[in-house]
């Protein structure tokens, strides 16, 4: 049996203004809902590796809120250059 192996990786730079910039880099075959699911998967093992079930839920609603933050905040894209993924 093969075994397929994919990369997924973010860099990420931090302007003098504060503010994060981030650029997500992945192999030409993975489309942006395996990207998601990568990184999602990365995400949860992150949390997953806290050792108390008090620290994961802490992490958790923490990785929660700070997404809902940046999707109501109307800075959060607009300094996109170009559309978000590339030949869209």
């Keep these: 049996m093969s ?3 994919y990369t997924v990786s ?3 730079k931090q302007n003098e203004d504060g503010r ?12 942006i809902q395996m ?3 990568i990184l999602a998967g990365g995400l ?3 949390i997953l590796a806290e050792k108390t079930s008090e620290s994961q839920s802490k992490a958790m609603m923490d990785v929660i809120d700070y997404m809902q933050r940046e ?3 109307t800075n959060s894209f607009t300094d996109i250059d170009g559309p978000a993924v ?3």
Aim: hydrophobic share 45%; aromatic share 14%.
């Design 3 to 5: 075994e397929d192996k």
């Design 10 to 12: 973010v860099n990420l």
């Design 20 to 31: 994060f910039y981030f650029n997500l880099l992945a192999d030409d075959e993975i489309d």
């Design 35 to 37: 990207i998601r699911s």
């Design 44 to 46: 949860m093992l992150s």
């Design 71 to 73: 999707f109501v905040s």
């Design 86 to 88: 590339p030949n869209e």
